[in-house]
């Protein structure tokens, strides 16, 4: 009857000359992935199932695993012969990473074009509400709302990607920045109602739309940083009471 040894150090007893050491001048099998593993037979009637091996002089190296760090070391003369073993399964592709989040495409974005990534956040709320696949009822399309003529200026194919769409859009806001000297409201204002008419009007232009655009971003930007200094004087010691706004 053959009996298969489960671990390399329980055939130390059958003429094993030694195991887990780097021997130089091996021969090794045929390059390429084996499709199924080996069984040696022992002249002794046991058996070592190997991924592959490897023969130096009277020596054979039984590879346990393809990794090549788990083997074993056989005197070549105590090999009665070799069988096939079993299918051996491809390795499982990799996972490929998950999606950005939409606040990490943000981040980025921010951290790539120099803008306050809470500045491009109030900026999508009043634009689409963080909704990818919003459509003004004028064309504007994604979360930063981007007419099709100004996405293909930026290069932007497809303005429902939101990575694709953020990134645009905040290359836009900063280069509207730039155009107005950091003056944050004609910057917005020119987003939403373009620069032709900030330039013609000099100023945020008479629109009531515009006008509360402009508005409600700075005001929801400004609400964030309030709150964010008040959290860091507060020290991390003080939570805020529970009768608290």
Same mark, same amino acid.
């Given at each position: 009857m053959r009996?298969?040894?489960?671990?390399?150090? =329980?055939?130390?007893?059958?003429?094993?000359? =030694?195991?887990?050491?780097?021997?130089?001048?091996?021969? =090794?099998?045929?390059? &390429?992935?084996?499709?199924?593993?080996?069984? =040696?037979?022992?002249?002794?009637? /046991?058996?070592?199932?190997?991924?592959?091996?490897?023969?130096?002089?009277?020596?054979?190296?039984? /590879?346990?695993?393809?990794?090549?760090?788990?083997?074993?070391?056989?005197?070549?003369?105590?090999?009665?012969?070799?069988?096939? &073993?079993?299918?051996?399964?491809?390795?499982a592709p990799p996972a490929p990473p998950p999606p950005p989040t939409v606040d990490q495409i943000v981040d980025q974005a921010g951290d790539r074009h120099a803008l306050d990534a809470d500045f491009l956040r109030s900026v999508i709320r009043a634009e689409s509400d963080f909704k990818v696949k919003a459509i003004s009822p004028k064309g504007a399309q994604g979360l930063m709302q981007l007419m099709p003529g100004t996405a293909a200026g930026l290069g932007v194919h497809n303005a429902f990607d939101p990575a694709a769409n953020v990134d645009g859009g905040a290359r836009y806001l900063r280069e509207l920045l730039q155009r107005y000297h950091g003056d944050v409201a004609k910057a917005l204002a020119a987003y939403n109602a373009g620069p032709e008419r900030v330039d013609h009007y000099r100023g945020v232009p008479p629109y009531r739309e515009t006008r509360a655009y402009v508005s409600r971003i700075i005001r929801d930007y400004n609400r964030k940083k309030l709150a964010e200094r008040a959290k860091s004087a507060a020290g991390p010691d003080k939570a805020p009471s529970a009768s608290s706004p």
């Open positions: 009996g298969r040894f489960q671990f390399a150090v =329980a055939v130390s007893a059958l003429s094993v000359l =030694a195991f887990g050491l780097a021997l130089p001048g091996f021969s =090794a099998d045929t390059p &390429g992935a084996p499709q199924t593993t080996t069984i =040696a037979v022992l002249r002794n009637g /046991f058996t070592l199932e190997f991924d592959h091996r490897e023969v130096r002089e009277k020596v054979t190296r039984l /590879f346990l695993t393809s990794a090549g760090n788990n083997y074993v070391d056989v005197a070549s003369d105590q090999i009665q012969e070799f069988q096939p &073993g079993r299918p051996i399964a491809a390795p």
